[in-house]
């Protein structure tokens, strides 16, 4: 079968199940399966593909038509410009997100002192590593990331070592606060935020696929914030920030627990999609 076909059989399946972009999926496994770039598809579509990777794709479109989230087929997922790692241990790394990098960045721009940051529930690494990368030229960085997962420890230290700077940020495991040891100028984290009765309401592709101890905070999805803003200040030096990823319609509630912690809340920032994503908390 030529490769042109097997991208036809993909298109027409992944229809079928109402995937969105069924072309552009099917020649994005395609590409990862024969190990090739994207666009080398175009160039090469009239070739054959063996038995062996026809099986490989087609197990894959299969997976996609189930649900499975196109991004843990392929491992990989873009966040703020640049590809990391992704598997069944981690969030998917999603736009919402990128919001806490730009704020930090705007907090420190005039900034030419050295900064410490602690990255709460690193999961794939792709906050602090996005920021040590947007920092570092311009100041020093020292950065701490924890998750209670190993393996998800295990997939941020490979995305630290794909962007090169795998001795710059030290990973270590971590039940929140319960083995972190230093203080910090700003503290970021997207803590688990759903509410537990409403993890089997979330779209399959997050359901199913997605760690549940990522996803859940509890019966009303604040447990998270409860325990950062109680144990918080202790670990930030003074006039520092604490920035946290909030759900939709918890921002008030989480900066009522925080400023009942002695927090004074800087700003609330809204995402793409005009919804209260972020919000800043200074001790």
Avoid at 25 to 52: A, G, H
Avoid at 256 to 266: D, H, M, Y
Wanted: glycine share 4%; with cysteine; charged share 30%.
């Amino acid at each position: 079968m030529k490769y042109y076909n097997l991208i036809k059989v993909g298109k027409n399946f992944l229809e079928k199940k109402n995937v969105l972009r069924p072309k552009y999926e099917s020649i994005l496994m395609f590409s990862k399966v024969n190990k090739i770039d994207f666009n080398d598809y175009y160039v090469n579509k009239k070739k054959k593909i063996s038995k062996r990777q026809t099986k490989i794709f087609l197990k894959k479109i299969a997976l996609r038509g189930m649900g499975k989230p196109l991004s843990k087929i392929i491992g990989k997922k873009e966040f703020y410009s640049r590809e990391f790692f992704v598997n069944s241990q981690t969030l998917d790394p999603r736009p919402e997100t990128e919001l806490i990098i730009d704020l930090v960045k705007s907090l420190k721009e005039k900034s030419t002192k050295p900064i410490k940051i602690l990255d709460l529930g690193t999961g794939s690494g792709c906050i602090i590593i996005s920021l040590y990368l947007e920092l570092y030229k311009k100041i020093s960085v020292l950065a701490d990331a924890i998750d209670i997962s190993i393996e998800a420890l295990q997939i941020a230290k490979k995305n630290a070592k794909r962007h090169n700077i795998e001795s710059k940020i030290n990973f270590f495991k971590s039940n929140w606060f319960s083995n972190v040891k230093n203080k910090f100028d700003i503290i970021v984290s997207n803590p688990p935020y759903i509410k537990r009765s409403e993890i089997i309401t979330l779209p399959p592709e997050v359901e199913k696929f997605d760690p549940k101890v990522s996803l859940c905070g509890g019966y009303d999805g604040l447990n998270a914030f409860r325990r950062i803003a109680d144990e918080g200040r202790s670990y930030l030096k003074k006039n520092g920030f604490i920035l946290v990823e909030v759900g939709n319609g918890q921002s008030k509630k989480v900066k009522k627990i925080f400023e009942l912690n002695q927090f004074n809340t800087i700003s609330v920032s809204k995402d793409l999609f005009d919804k209260e994503r972020v919000i800043i908390f200074k001790k």
